[in-house]
């Protein structure tokens, strides 16, 4: 069965500071995607990450997926407030139709 | 840019009453699916749909829940007799076709409150 774990589930932080997320799943994925929420609304796609190695950056944000170790990075640079969200990883069940299994989330806040 | 549009955006309904939440895929998608989200919790996949069919389903949709395409354009969740446990967010997501580096697209999502 598919697991999905992020940590932290919570980060309190300072802008100008850098901070990585993480995300391990327990077995073979191909797919991996990350996404925003801001409270009360939808799922923003951030990032697609389908091979080992992929690397993709928008602005203060990289994600990065070793398919080996199964985990998936998302990098923050240089924090600004308007990052302050909850982000999600979630990974394609391999023996599925796209079907994501989600990880818990992580909350993000960061002061001014 | 297209988007997936979910209505209403909250119902709130008497425990044991029936339910439907509307959603209306982007126009050229062919997969589509149903997830929830109680406050606070993890996302969880519901349902998948694909060529007028459920293509895959969790544990959490029992028989009371149920997944149609009436009419080519609306995708709908029908909750037969609600309980308590059913307050969520669902949010529909559809995905092209082949595109295999796409994203599934969200709806806004759809607030059901359970009194």
């Known amino acids: 069965e598919l697991k999905v774990e992020q940590n932290p589930l919570f980060l309190s932080m300072q802008e100008e500071k850098n901070y990585t997320i993480y995300c391990n799943y327990s077995t073979t994925s191909d797919r991996l995607y990350w996404y925003r929420q801001d409270p009360g609304k939808s799922l923003e796609s951030l990032f697609v990450l389908l091979s080992n190695g992929a690397v993709k950056q928008e602005g203060r944000l990289m994600a990065s997926l070793d398919t080996k170790a199964r985990l998936s990075t998302l990098h923050i640079t240089a924090a600004v407030h308007d990052l302050s969200a909850t982000y999600f990883c979630a990974v394609v069940r391999m023996d599925s139709n796209y079907q994501l299994i989600w990880g818990a989330g992580t909350k993000l806040i960061i002061k001014p | 840019e297209p988007e997936v549009t979910q209505t209403p955006s909250h119902q709130v309904t008497q425990m044991g009453q029936e339910v439907i939440l509307r959603c209306v895929p982007i126009s050229n998608h062919l997969y589509f699916y149903w997830y929830r989200q109680i406050l606070g919790q993890k996302v969880e996949f519901l349902v998948s749909f694909y060529n007028n069919e459920i293509s895959e389903k969790s544990e959490i949709f029992d028989d009371q829940f149920s997944v149609e395409r009436p009419d080519g354009s609306n995708f709908t969740l029908k909750i037969r007799s609600t309980k308590l446990e059913d307050s969520a967010m669902y949010f529909c997501?559809?995905?092209?076709?082949?595109?295999?580096?796409?994203?599934?697209?969200f709806g806004d999502g759809t607030r059901l409150s359970i009194l």
């Open positions: 997501a559809s995905r092209q076709e082949g595109i295999s580096n796409q994203p599934q697209h």
